[in-house]
């Protein structure tokens, strides 16, 4: 297939190794991806916050930018900015009146998946190590994130992948489905709740005795991780398409409080 890669804000801002990596994961599997120059933000941060009015031009923005590349799918290494494509987009738009990028946007939402959706219902992976390769020899637990869990009703999905990589331990976390206290403006407008909800996760995660966290979106990955980052824990986050990508010879090398693209580059 012809993939349009949504690299979603964040990743492409401060996680640019998770979007190398799923570039990685889907070449390996023979799709040739493609990147729209002009995508920014899918406006989600700002309709959670209320901005209907600043979200508007943002959703005509992230349209624009698509429909101007010729693709069959798009692929995100995130539920939560996936999620908001059909969640929010189309109302957006319809609320300003304007039903061509109504139309538009939920054609987009349609034909764009998160990457385990993608990976599992069109390609038909069921196990990491043995179609894609992956190999990590770490004591790993998984985070699901809530977008992921509630809107793109992904299930098992990414947890499913990450325990078919080969050479990986996995633990179980005490109340996975629980939030990490992120929700994006959330977890400044309201810290202290924020604050007490991270610390509950970085707990149970620490009780498993993994050395990796790893989940779906690099949000709450980022929350999780300053949060053990300001514990010295050393418990490491790293998104699960990254795990994915790696290879017994292209290894993903996980030191410090930020993991190492595969290759250690």
Request: charge should be negative.
């Amino acid at each position: 297939m012809r993939v349009a890669l949504f690299s979603t804000c964040i990743v492409d801002a401060m996680y640019p190794k998770v979007a190398a990596a799923t570039v990685s994961v889907l070449e390996r599997l023979g799709h040739e991806v493609v990147f729209p120059q002009g995508q920014t933000c899918c406006s989600q941060m700002h309709v959670n916050s209320g901005y209907f009015d600043d979200a508007y031009p943002v959703v005509k923005t992230h349209v624009k930018a698509f429909s101007e590349w010729d693709f069959d799918v798009a692929v995100a290494p995130s539920g939560s900015c996936v999620a908001s494509l059909g969640h929010q987009q189309p109302m957006i738009a319809e609320r300003a009146g304007d039903t061509a990028t109504a139309t538009a946007a939920a054609d987009l939402a349609a034909r764009t998946f998160e990457l385990s959706q993608f990976l599992i219902d069109i390609c038909g992976i069921t196990d990491a190590a043995e179609q894609l390769g992956s190999y990590f020899p770490e004591k790993v637990t998984f985070h699901a994130s809530c977008h992921g869990m509630r809107l793109l009703r992904l299930g098992t999905r990414q947890e499913d992948l990450v325990r078919t990589v080969g050479g990986l331990e996995y633990t179980q976390i005490e109340d996975q489905d629980q939030c990490c206290g992120f929700g994006g403006t959330f977890s400044f407008k309201n810290a202290d709740t924020s604050g007490a909800m991270v610390a509950d996760k970085v707990q149970h995660i620490e009780e498993t005795g993994a050395s990796v966290c790893t989940g779906g979106d690099a949000s709450c990955l980022m929350n999780i991780g300053g949060a053990l980052s300001r514990k010295e824990s050393p418990v490491q986050t790293v998104h699960f398409a990254e795990i994915l990508a790696s290879t017994k010879e292209n290894p993903l090398k996980v030191s410090g409080p930020v993991s190492v693209t595969a290759g250690g580059k």
